[in-house]
């Protein structure tokens, strides 16, 4: 069958390149072309027998077709989640080892958050994992200047509103026996993940967060990954992950041969059935 058109744009982010919104700033600063021709929207349609470059680099054959792959990374404190910061600061991709090929994140963390990042050569992937109705949840630590109430919690737990921002419930409690002086700490599970959603509502009762790192995104842990480690995911688990997300076609979809165990294994090593987590948490930064 001849492969459908489709826009260029998603091209590109399937291929790793970037994500959708950075091909199209790629495109309006004139950097991409098509058979040796400038592209000038977005909207521009392309076959894989198109040859694509960027900055006048053809990508290569091997790229058209690739492999979905995955990696987990421990993201330091102080690094932007962008390939390139207008503000010159240094970026997540600054520091990943130099064997990894163009990689994109699964969502963002912000310059002061720390932990586990999903990257992907699929932009396709990404998207879909970040998808609120894939209900992937997300797990954080918090280390805040205060503790919550009752009532606080209660709140947090049915969902509030925070400066007109409408916030989903998030299952939250405190951390027994972790106490810094007047810190303390709370794990918080979220499906949704708006801007900077974690420290928003702390603040909202006047709170401050000092500390706030992602421990789990869907059936991923960050484990005993150290600041700055790269792990690459298993590839039976990622094709996996491609079957339920993308169905039929995609790499281990339903037209793949079964070859990939039926499990997870989590982070002590103990199987887990691969199932949809219920929507309970969201993004932070």
Same mark, same amino acid.
């Given at each position: ?5 489709? #826009?260029?744009? =998603?091209?590109?982010?399937? !291929?790793?390149?970037?994500? #959708? ?50 990696? =987990? ?35 963002? !963390? ?14 396709? !992937?990404?998207?879909?994992?970040? &998808? ?10 918090? #280390?805040?200047? +205060? ?42 599970? !979220? ?26 995104? +869907? =059936?991923?842990?960050?484990?005993? &990954? ?5 792990? =690459? ?10 079957? #339920? ?41």
């Amino acid at each position: 069958m001849e492969a459908k058109p489709e #826009r260029i744009a =998603k091209r590109m982010s399937a !291929l790793g390149l970037c994500s #959708r919104r950075d091909a199209e700033r790629w495109i309006e600063e004139g950097r991409v072309a098509v058979n040796g021709k400038k592209v000038t929207t977005p909207a521009t349609l392309v076959t894989p027998e198109d040859v694509l470059s960027i900055d006048g680099k053809e990508i290569e054959a091997a790229e058209k077709t690739p492999e979905v792959r995955m990696w =987990k990374y421990h993201k330091p404190a102080g690094l932007v989640t962008t390939h390139k910061d207008e503000k010159g600061r240094d970026t997540v991709f600054d520091h990943l080892p130099q064997e990894l090929p163009r990689v994109v994140s699964v969502g963002r !963390l912000d310059l002061n958050s720390e932990g586990l990042l999903l990257l992907t050569t699929s932009g396709e !992937l990404s998207r879909a994992l970040e &998808l609120p109705k894939n209900a992937m949840a997300r797990v954080y630590r918090a #280390r805040v200047g +205060g503790e919550l109430t009752r009532e606080q919690l209660q709140q947090i737990g049915r969902g509030l509103t925070v400066e007109g921002v409408r916030y989903q419930p998030i299952r939250i409690a405190a951390e027994r026996g972790r106490t810094e002086g007047r810190n303390r700490w709370y794990e918080l599970t !979220l499906s949704e993940g708006k801007n900077r959603e974690i420290r928003k509502i702390f603040m909202h009762f006047g709170i401050p967060v000092s500390r706030l790192i992602r421990v789990r995104y +869907g =059936k991923f842990e960050l484990g005993k &990954l150290v600041p700055g480690q790269v792990e =690459k995911i298993p590839q039976w688990q990622v094709d996996l992950l491609m079957k #339920r997300l993308m169905g039929a076609g995609a790499p281990g979809g339903e037209d793949a041969p079964a070859t990939a165990p039926p499990r997870f294994a989590d982070a002590r090593g103990s199987p887990i059935r691969l199932r949809k987590d219920k929507p309970k948490h969201g993004t932070d930064a």
